[in-house]
Each structure stands twice: as C-alpha cells, then as structure tokens.
C-alpha cells in the first residue's frame, strides 16, 4: 500500500528520535509508560510496536524483558531504532520491518500486544484507520491485547490557545478545519504545526475500535490537562509536583467530560 509522501517527507526533517525526551512531550512519554505497564502482559510477551518509529518504546519494552517487533514505513526511522537498539545489546529489539499497518506482513495470531502508537494518526480515511485496527487483531492471539493512540479533535485549538497561535491566520485555518471534520492538513510548511493526520473524537476512537472487531475496553487521557500546565518544567523538575501532576491527571484519565481535552488518548482493547 502507498503511504503519504508530505507524512514522509515531514518525518525526514522532523527529530522524532528525541521529541519525547523534550518539554511537556515528556509527560506524554511518562504518561503512556505508565498505561502500557498497566495493560500489557507480563514479559516475555511477544509485542508489534507497528508505526513504532524511532524505536523509543520499543527500546524501553525490550529491555523490560518483551520479545519487541518494530515495523515503521519511514526508513530513516527504523534506521535510528537500530543505533538505539544496538546500544542496549543485552536487551535488542527482535526484529526491525519497513511496512505499514494496514498490510502486516506477519502470521495471524503471532502477538500478545499490538501496538498502534502513530498509525491512526496519519490515516486520514475511516476505512484505512479499520483496516490497520482488523490487521491489529487478525495478528493478535485470542485475548491479545490492542493499545491504540490518537490525537484528540481538540488538540490544536487547546494548543493555538495555550501557545498563542491563533493570531496566526494560517494556523487559526487549521483549527477551524481539524474542529470541523478532524482532518489536520498543513500548508505552510512549518514542522512545529505538524504534518497531515486524523483527529479522533473520543467516542469515536473506541467506535472505530469495536468496528474492527476488537472488544473496546476503555479510553484513556494520556496527558489530560496537564499538558496545558503554563510552567510546566517548573513542576516536572521538582519531584514533589511532578507526583501530584501525574496523580491528579490519574484521576481524570478515564473522566468522559475531560477527555476530550488530553492531547493523545489511548484506546485499550482486546481480541476475544
């Protein structure tokens, strides 16, 4: 299957590797950690880390004890999983594929955990998101467990609205757009508004989910509100507001009135 050129050629200019490591996408790192712990199985279970990219949560899976899978259609991507793989060579990543997830080139019932980390972002169509959500399951063993990430409808309107954006005419476009139908298109070539990608409602993230034949667990707020914090390094840097941050945001993840408003949610599922 074709992927998107303008989602390649972004990703060929966009320092993916080391986002998580910077600034509030820590918390989505830390945040999405702490889901995965809670819903994967115990190691040594077999894991697709599919969009995986540079290989940062495959690299922290595997050396938890997980037999990890990458599959990314960038290849500078599995590239760089490689490099961070080889410096933990008593923990490696088991295998590295360049491919995409709606055509898993992999045996039906082969994984524990699949992952969706950045697939359904960059699927701009309902059927292409499906057919990645069905390739989950037909490669998941009877009670595998799915953990799927997406972008909230609302993140770049809380974003224009906590960075001052919307004086940007351009940008306060892309907002009325991705508000109206989800669809986050970027003309102006700055990498800092992201690249074309799907907004999901949180409803219809766990609909999508059970359209694919997945039972649809529950939805999480990875980061909830927290990612609107105005001195957010002040807090993450200090210990004692680290914890509480990451409590309070514990106790709103699963509250359907907030959801919306988390930049990334996660959709747990199983395939029964």
């Not at 599959?71 to 490099?83: F, T």
């Given at each position: 299957?074709?992927?998107?050129?303008?989602?390649?050629?972004?990703?060929?200019?966009?320092?993916?590797?080391?986002?998580?490591?910077?600034?509030?996408?820590?918390l989505e790192y830390a945040r999405t950690q702490e889901i995965l712990l809670r819903a994967l199985p115990p190691p040594p279970a077999v894991i697709l880390d599919a969009g995986g990219g540079p290989g940062v949560y495959s690299c922290w899976l595997a050396q938890r004890g997980y037999e990890v899978h990458l599959?990314?259609?960038?290849?500078?991507?599995?590239?760089?999983?490689?490099?961070r793989s080889a410096q933990q060579p008593e923990h490696p990543v088991a295998g590295f594929t360049l491919g995409e997830a709606r055509q898993l080139d992999f045996a039906d019932d082969r994984f524990d955990t699949v992952l969706l980390m950045g697939p359904l972002y960059h699927l701009l169509e309902r059927e292409d998101r499906i057919q990645a959500l069905r390739e989950a399951r037909r490669v998941l063993r009877p009670g595998g467990v799915l953990c799927a990430a997406a972008i909230s409808r609302f993140a770049s309107a809380c974003d224009g609205l906590f960075q001052n954006l919307l004086g940007d005419a351009s940008f306060a476009a892309i907002v009325q757009n991705d508000l109206r139908d989800g669809r986050h298109r970027n003309p102006t070539g700055n990498l800092m508004y992201f690249t074309e990608s799907y907004f999901h409602r949180p409803e219809e993230l766990a609909e999508e989910i059970t359209a694919a034949g997945l039972q649809h667990e529950q939805t999480l707020a990875i980061e909830s509100i927290g990612w609107l914090l105005q001195n957010f390094e002040e807090w993450w840097n200090e210990e004692a507001r680290r914890g509480q941050l990451l409590e309070i945001i514990r106790r709103l993840e699963s509250a359907p009135s907030l959801l919306g408003a988390s930049a990334h949610l996660m959709g747990l599922a199983q395939k029964r």
């Open positions: 299957m074709q992927f998107s050129g303008e989602i390649l050629s972004f990703y060929k200019n966009y320092d993916e590797s080391n986002r998580l490591a910077a600034g509030v996408f820590q599959l990314d259609p960038v290849p500078s991507h599995l590239e760089q999983a490689r490099e």
